[in-house]
């Protein structure tokens, strides 16, 4: 039995040796493989089908523009753009390929958390403790697994538009690394080198996802936890890299702020002092821990009431709780400094998003990606060190019955992102709340499923009366349904309680048209336009409109505005090349017939064999006319002669 034992432990300690790196990533691409292989088919959900091929510089492979263009863009991710480009380079519009990329990335990630996680165990290793039972790659190799397998991730993977995330996670991981190298090295001994490809992989994050901003206070506390360095010459050598997180701060607040992903007008109401903003902050970290610990209930779309008040019950409690925790890995920091410091780490990288510059929305699962990393690396640590108490095969054991809950937790929260209607109808019987069922009626009104598209709605405005997209879907659904009152009572609701909601003037400028009320139908289209420049259908309406008024000059001005808004909207280009024709203007229709060919939806499918006649009747009378004007020609010379 003995003997028994004694073999089992060394074969251990054989697989956890620096030589079995090759062994350790092949078992994490195969647990990968396993857990989130089903993603593979899965469709697209969400913003993706909006944020991908909505934006031109993506869809038109434009790698340039993705660099140089910093207007009209929600966020400045030139890395993850252009790796969406690239995918549609060569998928298209299939879902398998950006699956496959994200999948192929998160592995990515899995490997450099586990070369960092082998360097922070180098660095934090009590000298007694080196060389013998805290073997780094064991460390590495469990906080990867870990990572790898927790559901909280599953949004990252699963969300074709979270390319930002696991490319700046990525980066952000393997930055740490290469200082840490550095750090254990120093400059004398080829050092640095680790140090210039430590910024650059900065350099590199910052331009994939802003929240990696907060890397130099990392770095700051390797420097606090590394031995015998001499630390203020290392904090000096950090000022690059604070440069670069305050250029990225500078360039990407007033770009969210003005985008509403940073202040949106349902946060302006709740968080708009600094009180209750640091009121929020302190809840934040126990929610995140609340769902690594407690893996349940992950959603798109989280309805969270935090306090409003540092003196509520609720928000003591947390401090409470927060100042135990902290002062537990204080006191533990000499015998444990592991524990101090995956604490300080978790807190520190969610620093961006504590709520205390607004953030939209005010929790996601998205945002505990490079958090949950210093939670993972401490209970790998917890694991090591507790097989000496009660053994490994105890504790091998334990770690495996973790690791086999959380991938069935994630091979099943996989599901849930198949498409929106999957999406939305888990995430409003998981955590009810008015957006859930006003995405959830949104993918039923875009099936064309309208009775569940309106009862998802009631659902959403009894939750909330005012949310304005359920009111302006619910009068778009009456006007669809041709009930003109009832429309016009739920988009004014809308317009009045968001003035600004471009779409309700849209569709309320369609029901007075409806209604042969075309002066407030004008109006109501111009305020859209004025809205959103980039807003093609109402500029569209108003060329029908003055079409109508038998103004073809005028309704060619405003087709042309629409195309020049929306270059992919197939409707505004159809419009355009008839008037076009009525015009006299054969080539303009011609080349506005082709667009739309190559841009039309299937829903604009029954208009194709008529297009395709016109376009080949277009090309017959320009022959025509070609043929007679050289005879026309050829005549008069003759005359001549």
Known sequence: MIDDRIQKNAILDKLFKPESTALHLLCLLAVVLAVFGNSLFNGFASDDNFLTFKDKLITTVDIRGIFFTLTDRIEYLPISQSSLALDYLVWERNPLGYHLTNLFIYYLNLVAIYFLACELTILLARDDEKGTKVTPHLVGSLTALFFAVH??????????????????????????????????????RGGGWYYAGSLFCF?????????????????????????RREKLKEMINLIPFGVLSAAALALHLPMAQKSRMSAGPELISFSSSILQRIAVAFQIPFFYLRKIFYPTGFVQEYEVHFAGSLFEMKTLLVIVFLLILFGFAMKLRKRYPWVLFSVICFLVTLM???????????????????????????????????ADGVGKKTMCGFGFGVVVVLSILSFSQNTVWKNDMSLWSHNVKTDASAKGYYFLAKAYFDNEDLPRAQSALKQSLEINPGYSFSLNLF??????KN???????????????????????????????????????????????DIDSGYSTPLVQLGNLW???????????????????????????????????????????????????????P????????????????????KRHAVHSRAVGSSSQERLL
């Open 151 to 188: 559901p909280i991730h599953c949004e990252v993977v699963n969300f074709i538009t979270q390319r930002n995330q696991l490319l700046s996670g990525f980066l952000f991981f393997l930055s740490c690394t290469l200082y840490l190298r550095y750090l254990r090295k120093g400059t004398d």
């Open 203 to 227: 350099f590199l994050a910052i331009l994939s996802k802003a929240m990696v901003i907060i890397l130099p206070f990392v770095f700051l506390l390797f420097v606090f936890f590394a031995k």
């Open 352 to 386: 961006p998003v504590l709520h205390l510059v607004l953030t939209y929305p005010i929790v996601a699962d998205r945002y505990a990606y490079l958090p949950s990393f210093s939670i993972f690396y401490g209970f790998a640590w917890l694991l090591v060190s507790g």
């Open 475 to 480: 009068g778009n659904i009456m006007l669809l």
């Open 483 to 529: 009930s003109l009152s009832e429309a016009e009572k739920y988009l004014t609701l809308a317009i009045e309680v968001e003035p600004g909601h471009e779409e309700a003037h849209n569709n309320l400028g369609t029901v007075y048209y409806k209604k042969g009320d075309l002066p407030r139908a004008q109006r109501e289209w111009e305020r859209a336009a």
């Open 547 to 601: 079409l109508l008024k038998n103004s073809p000059r005028e309704a060619e001005r405003y087709y042309t505005l629409a195309v020049q808004a929306d270059p992919d909207d197939a409707e505004a280009h159809y419009a355009l090349a008839t008037v076009e024709e009525r015009l006299h203007e054969p080539e303009q229709a011609l080349i506005q017939y082709r667009l739309f060919l190559m841009k039309m939806s």
């Open 603 to 622: 829903k604009l499918e029954h208009l194709r064999d008529e297009v395709v006649r016109k376009v080949k009747t277009i090309k017959k009378r320009e």
